[in-house]
């Protein structure tokens, strides 16, 4: 992911690492009603990666980024804030790590292609954002590593995580609708009007 | 939530005295090792050495269950889908590969206090000084995200209960976008108070 907008006067204000810490939070307290499992798959259904996705249309790629960085980071500290109370090293050493590291390019990419539609992203980009970075690059990251960790051969394990597609392009669809109506009710929500207001009050 | 504590299991043994770091690393080293055996009796004598490992670490059968049961479905039809397309000794080697990675992270998790680690991968974050980021805002961020956890839980308590009182329990809009908005006011007022506090001098 290229930086070109991540120059401000300070490199990284209070008003930037409060919000990277509140949506870092936002996203494991997402993981709270509980995972649905889907008896025989080891990555659970859950609203995170719904949480993922609206903070790549939110704070923009490098916060967002950040954010997934830092919940990674405190859940290989040990703490159970992935989906059902999930948590340790161990969830980087099963089968669905992949998927969980996937998340980093994930909000970086929806942020990015967020942070193009200028002060008023319409719904077409925000839907194009949460699919692209949400369930393509996620995607991309956990079936590979997923075929690795058990051996399967990468066609099989796609088959396997097919399963979750619907439900993932349906948590693409509400985090899109929900950015949306977030950034109406709150314009300071879209990336680009946020880093205006910042360079602006300095 | 009930508390946002680690799995760590007091005791003495050498596991639990050996720094978090050589931990870490003896993970990696360990887990690259698993990924390139490849007979059923070399994976057999490294599931020994990890059933071995757990005895020295005396943490109790309780524990150790507690951190491979998130994948034991996973194991299950692992096993089933190679013994379809490949034959006995392919099935159990992934599945035993498999358990057995989850298993020795979990020791580690199980061995190490939560505030070791985070020291340890604090200190292995400070490279980032070189990239213009200060190792204080990153363990500044690290607890403020701790911190925000419970303050989440409780706008998502509170969020619920405004749905209930509107009648729309069901819509799941009426949930997200408060919720949200919610948790950017409050970010937004966190950040103007480490303003306040002098923290962009």
């Known amino acids: 992911m290229t930086d070109e907008q991540s120059t401000p006067k300070r490199r990284f204000p209070a008003a930037d690492i409060a919000r990277v810490s509140v949506f870092a939070a936002l996203i494991a307290v997402l993981g709270l009603p509980g995972a649905l499992n889907v008896f025989g798959d080891a990555v659970p259904i859950t609203l995170q990666t719904l949480g993922v996705m609206l903070a790549g249309a939110i704070l923009g790629t490098w916060r967002s980024a950040l954010a997934v960085t830092v919940l990674l980071v405190l859940v290989a500290a040990g703490l159970p804030l992935l989906a059902g109370g999930r948590g340790g090293l161990g969830v980087f050493t099963g089968p669905s790590a992949g998927f969980l590291l996937g998340w980093l390019p994930g909000a970086a990419l929806t942020g990015w292609i967020v942070e193009r539609g200028g002060r008023a992203p319409g719904t077409v980009r925000l839907v194009a954002a949460c699919l692209a970075g949400g369930v393509g690059v996620v995607y991309l990251c956990g079936i590979p590593v997923q075929a690795l960790v058990t051996g399967l051969s990468l066609g099989k394990t796609a088959l396997l995580s097919a399963a979750f597609l619907p439900g993932d392009l349906a948590k693409a669809a509400l985090a899109s609708i929900v950015a949306r109506g977030t950034q109406r009710a709150y314009p300071d929500a879209v990336p680009a009007v946020h880093r205006e207001r910042l360079r602006a009050g300095g | ?201």
């Not at chain 2, 946002?4 to 007091?10: F, H, R, S």
């Not at chain 2, 951190?67 to 479905?73: A, C, D, I």
């Not at chain 2, 908005?181 to 962009?200: F, N, S, T």
Request: aromatic share 4%.
């Open chain 2, 1 to 201: 939530m009930t508390g946002l504590t680690g799995a760590y299991v007091p005791g003495g043994s050498i596991l639990h005295r050996l720094p978090a770091g050589a931990k870490l690393a003896g993970l990696a080293v360990s887990c690259t090792a698993l990924l390139l055996l490849r007979s059923p009796a070399a994976l057999a004598g490294a599931a020994a050495a990890v059933v071995l490992l757990y005895a020295v670490s005396g943490v109790g059968a309780a524990a150790a269950w507690a951190q491979v049961r998130p994948v034991r479905w996973f194991a299950v039809a692992l096993f089933c889908v190679q013994l379809v397309f490949a034959d006995l000794p392919a099935a159990a080697s992934s599945t035993l590969r498999v358990v057995l990675a989850v298993a020795l992270a979990g020791l580690v998790t199980l061995t190490t206090r939560t505030g070791a680690l985070m020291a340890c991968l604090e200190r292995c974050l400070t490279p980032v000084r070189f990239a213009g980021l200060d190792p204080f805002r990153l363990s500044l961020l690290l607890s403020l995200t701790l911190r925000s956890v419970p303050v989440m839980a409780d706008l998502v308590t509170r969020v619920r209960d405004a749905q209930r009182a509107r009648g729309v329990e069901r819509s799941a809009r009426a949930f997200a976008v408060p919720l949200v908005v919610g948790a950017l006011r409050h970010a937004d007022a966190l950040g103007e108070a480490l303003a306040a506090r002098g923290l962009d001098d």
